[in-house]
T-cell receptor, first 113, second 115 residues
Framework: GNSVTQMEGPVTLSEEAFLTINCTYT??????LFWYVQYPGEGLQLLLK?????DKGSNKGFEATYRKETTSFHLEKGSVQVSDSAVYFC????????????FGPGTSLSVIP | DTGVSQNPRHKITKRGQNVTFRCDPI?????LYWYRQTLGQGPEFLTY????????KSRLLSDRFSAERPKGSFSTLEIQRTEQGDSAMYLC?????????????FGDGTRLSIL
């Protein structure tokens, strides 16, 4: 079945450091890929998405590129801020499965001043 | 767009009691999903409705769990004879199914604690 694997946390970075959170997936067909973010005490928010190979999703300085050849969707940001401290979930959905979202386990990020 | 609304936000109950949660999706959304999230994990799919029809149920949804979506509007998730392992955040999401990809919008969830 479909699944998502992402790097384990927690990840601790200093402000303005470069961020990479690795994500790989297993899926049949052509899934859509997402990064969701969950800030402390808040609900899930869609951060960015890509719906086909080689698409780049971007939002709030975060980027991720849909790489079908490596089945990856790594999240990157050039300069993190304290306000980026949150849990980040890589996820996929497929129209063949009613578009239900399959989430990875999440990566906790803490950014220190 | 008032967002997906879930009630209650928190529910504390004793083991063995029944609980019911409600989800009000975004008004024009025909698709509704329930997920469960335990501490330190990503959300896991429980069930899916298209309008009033329940089209898929996860094996995670034991016989003690039942979900409904009468008239294709709000949905309820009921857990009978709650167990310690049912303690989790229960998330509802909705989307507009148009044949092409549409994003799911998540509610803030109902946190269930079993004493």
């Amino acid at each position: 079945g479909n699944s998502v694997t992402q790097m384990e946390g927690p990840v601790t970075l200093s402000e303005e450091a470069f961020l990479t959170i690795n994500c790989t997936y297993t899926a049949t067909g052509y899934p859509s890929l997402f990064w969701y973010v969950q800030y402390p005490g808040e609900g899930l928010q869609l951060l960015l998405k890509a719906t086909k190979a080689d698409d780049k999703g971007s939002n709030k300085g975060f980027e991720a590129t849909y790489r079908k050849e490596t089945t990856s969707f790594h999240l990157e940001k050039g300069s993190v801020q304290v306000s980026d401290s949150a849990v980040y979930f890589c996820a996929l959905s497929s129209t063949a499965s009613y578009d239900k979202v399959i989430f990875g386990p999440g990566t906790s990020l803490s950014v220190i001043p | 767009d008032t967002g997906v609304s879930q009630n209650p936000r928190h529910k504390i109950t004793k083991r063995g009691q029944n609980v019911t949660f409600r989800c009000d999706p975004i008004s024009e959304h025909n698709r509704l999903y329930w997920y469960r999230q335990t501490l330190g994990q990503g959300p896991e799919f429980l069930t899916y409705f298209q309008n009033e029809a329940q089209l898929e149920k996860s094996r995670l949804l034991s016989d003690r769990f039942s979900a409904e979506r009468p008239k294709g509007s709000f949905s309820t998730l009921e857990i009978q004879r709650t167990e310690q392992g049912d303690s989790a955040m229960y998330l509802c999401a909705s989307s507009l199914g148009t044949g092409s990809y549409q994003p799911q919008h998540f509610g803030d969830g109902t946190r269930l604690s079993i004493l």
